[in-house]
């Protein structure tokens, strides 16, 4: 498989990945660039991002890892 403008090594882990980047370029490829370009906006979500959320618990009280 070639991947187009793909500065780096394939990496078998993340094949699966590079597959649906490759099918996602195909399936718009027919699009008008303005609707190509609010595609991915339309699929993110306005949401406050909070830490705790992202971060999880480590079970500290000030939050430093663990290691």
């Known amino acids: ?5 793909h500065p780096y090594r394939m990496n ?3 094949l699966d990945r590079y597959e649906s980047e490759l099918a996602r370029r195909r399936n718009i490829r027919d699009k008008h660039t303005n609707e ?5 906006v339309d699929g ?3 949401e406050p991002l909070k830490y705790a959320d992202l971060i999880p618990s480590n079970g500290l009280d000030n ?5």
């Open 44 to 46: 993110m979500t306005f």
């Open 36 to 40: 190509q370009l609010r595609l991915p």
């Open 12 to 14: 078998p882990k993340h």
């Open 1 to 5: 498989m070639t991947v187009a403008a």
């Open 63 to 67: 939050g430093a890892s663990s290691s």
